[in-house]
C-alpha cells in the first residue's frame, strides 16, 4: 500500500485553469499506475485520466484535451492540469495509484487519497 495526499483545490470561475497535486508516501512512478477520478455532488464516481508506469496516458473523453496528467519521479508526485473548467467539473477530486490503469480509472481498486475540492463557479 501506498499513502496518497492531494492538495490545490480551489475556487475559480469557469474558463479557469487549477493544478492538483498528488503526493505519494514513497517512490511509486516507475511500478505503479497513476490517476484521477471525481465524485460530483450528487453524481457517482467517474475515472478521469491515469498514467500508467510506462508513461502511457489516458483520459476520459469529457476530459480529453483541456486535463493532462503528468508526474514527477525525483518528488514523488503527479499532476492533472485542468484548464477550461467548466461548473461541470465541481466535485472532489482525488488521485488514486494501482496496478493498472483499467484497475484505476474503472475505480476498482489501489490506493486512494483522501480527496481535495474543486468549485467552479459561473
Known amino acids: 500500500q501506498v499513502q496518497l495526499v492531494e492538495s490545490g483545490g480551489d475556487s475559480v470561475q469557469a474558463g479557469g485553469s487549477l493544478r492538483l497535486t498528488c503526493a505519494a508516501s514513497r517512490y511509486i512512478v516507475s511500478t505503479y499506475c497513476m490517476g484521477w477520478f471525481r465524485q460530483a455532488p450528487g453524481k457517482e464516481r467517474e475515472g478521469l485520466s491515469c498514467?500508467?508506469?510506462?508513461?502511457?496516458?489516458y483520459n476520459l473523453a469529457s476530459v480529453k484535451g483541456r486535463f493532462t496528467i503528468s508526474r514527477d519521479s525525483t518528488k514523488n508526485t503527479f499532476y492533472p492540469d485542468m484548464n477550461s473548467l467548466t461548473p461541470e467539473d465541481t466535485g472532489m477530486y482525488c488521485c488514486?495509484?494501482?496496478?493498472?490503469?483499467?484497475?484505476?480509472?474503472?475505480?476498482?481498486?489501489?490506493?486512494w487519497g483522501q480527496g481535495t475540492r474543486v468549485t467552479v463557479s459561473s
Open positions: 498514467v500508467s508506469w510506462s508513461g502511457n496516458t
Open positions: 488514486a495509484a494501482g496496478a493498472s490503469c483499467t484497475e484505476i480509472l474503472l475505480l476498482r481498486g489501489g490506493s
